[in-house]
């Protein structure tokens, strides 16, 4: 009985020393500038994937639908690029639907508030007054820029060209 006491407070001294290391671990990561460097790429790849996704897609059914999707453009962007998008009129026509298919941040400076991602996107497109759609995959480069919302938007956008591999005929 003896023996089974000293090893049940052994086994409560142990776990209370386990615990005690593991709150210690845990409050020295949570001050760990990683830490929040891994949030503040998180929050970039969440807002650029979904400001890509809305950047790639247009229903330009009517020209209302046209109008509020170049609003949606604008509201994913910042900067020249917002400029840009924001001379474009709306006018009905082919559809397009972008579906942000893997994304990854290939640069981040917290204190500048600017990151790049790269990204593959699936563009269904649909002509005017068609059924059918076709479907194109797209590389692209995103600059990013935190706004004054905490929010990261787009402020440049341009096309990866795809490499082409040996069995398709590239050299």
């Given at each position: ?58 229903d ?48 981040l ?52 060209p ?10």
């Open positions: 009985m003896r023996r089974a006491r000293v090893l049940a407070g052994a086994g409560l001294v142990l776990a209370l020393g386990f615990c005690g290391a593991g709150a210690w671990t845990y409050a020295q990561a949570r001050g760990d500038d990683s830490l929040a460097y891994g949030r503040a790429r998180d929050e970039a790849l969440a807002d650029g994937r979904a400001a890509l996704a809305v950047l790639t897609t247009l330009a059914s009517s020209r209302e639908d046209a109008r509020a999707g170049i609003r949606a453009w604008r509201a994913a962007s910042t900067g020249p690029l917002r400029d840009e998008l924001g001379r474009t009129g709306p006018r009905a026509g082919a559809s397009a639907r972008g579906t942000v298919t893997e994304a990854a941040v290939t640069a400076d917290v204190r500048a508030g600017t990151a790049k991602l790269i990204a593959t996107v699936s563009v269904e497109v649909t002509p005017a007054g068609a059924k059918t759609s076709t479907s194109d995959r797209k590389r692209l480069e995103a600059v990013l820029a935190r706004t004054g919302e905490d929010e990261w938007k787009v402020k440049a956008l341009s096309a990866v795809l490499a082409r591999t040996a069995e398709e005929g590239g050299r």
